[in-house]
Antibody, heavy 117, light 106 residues
Framework: QVQLQQWGAGLLKPSETLSLTCAVY????????WSWIRQPPGKGLEWIGE???????NYNPSLKSRVIISLDTSKNQFSLKLSSVTAADTAVYYC???????????WGQGTLVTVSS | SYELTQPPSVSVSPGQTASITCSGD??????ACWYQQKPGQSPVLVIY???KRPSGIPERFSGSNSGNTATLTISGTQAMDEADYYC?????????FGGGTKLTVL
């Protein structure tokens, strides 16, 4: 059974850098893309970006200048860094497994990140 | 950028059929997925590759994709199906979500 467990700071000040990590338990790490998705309170889902096991990345063009997704294959973990956060970045952030052109089939539990001065 | 459009809300009576649409330019040329999200929970995949159901998803959930519109159909809708539903597709290397539809069972 595949499980994604995520963690990171939940309260940030404007201009700080958001940092989250997701650990993958079960299944193959190399056969999928690993993605970050966010959901502002009361709003819909927004794809942030993804990474594959070789470190290849794809990012949402609207966030690309502020996002870095990286991975640690030795630990089956991948991470998100979002720089220069503002209140507009307040959201629940999810890590997820992507089978390309098929589905996002496993999701983490979500982490609420609040940006407030 | 590619956009997927869903109705904000759909209402259905228990036992009846609910249909939720997702519109995008030439959507039939790619695969569509659907996710169910209940309050306070992570999304759950209910349909992938237009019409396939993952293991554990009830048979009352079905999907189709033709022309510019993908459709999620829930037959014999139950109270437990009340949730937000999101369609999703790929645009080049990017994941795109629809805005979501709140399904009310009343």
């Amino acid at each position: 059974q595949v499980q994604l467990q995520q963690w990171g700071a939940g309260l940030l000040k404007p201009s700080e850098t958001l940092s989250l990590t997701c650990a993958v338990y079960g299944g193959s790490f190399s056969d999928y893309y690993w993605s970050w998705i966010r959901q502002p309170p009361g709003k819909g889902l927004e794809w942030i970006g993804e990474i594959n096991h070789t470190g290849g990345t794809n990012y949402n063009p609207s966030l690309k200048s502020r996002v870095i997704i990286s991975l640690d294959t030795s630990k089956n973990q991948f991470s998100l860094k979002l720089s220069s956060v503002t209140a507009a970045d307040t959201a629940v952030y999810y890590c997820a497994r992507v089978e390309v052109v098929t589905a996002i089939d496993y999701w983490g539990q979500g982490t609420l990140v609040t940006v407030s001065s | 950028s590619y956009e997927l459009t869903q109705p904000p809300s759909v209402s259905v009576s228990p036992g009846q059929t609910a249909s939720i649409t997702c519109s995008g330019d030439k959507l039939e040329d790619q695969y569509a997925c659907w996710y169910q999200q209940k309050p306070g929970q992570s999304p759950v995949l209910v349909i992938y590759q237009d019409s396939k159901r993952p293991s554990g998803i009830p048979e009352r959930f079905s999907g189709s994709n033709s022309g510019n519109t993908a459709t999620l159909t829930i037959s014999g809708t139950q109270a437990m199906d009340e949730a937000d539903y999101y369609c999703q597709a790929w645009d080049s290397s990017s994941v795109v979500f629809g805005g979501g539809t709140k399904l009310t069972v009343l």
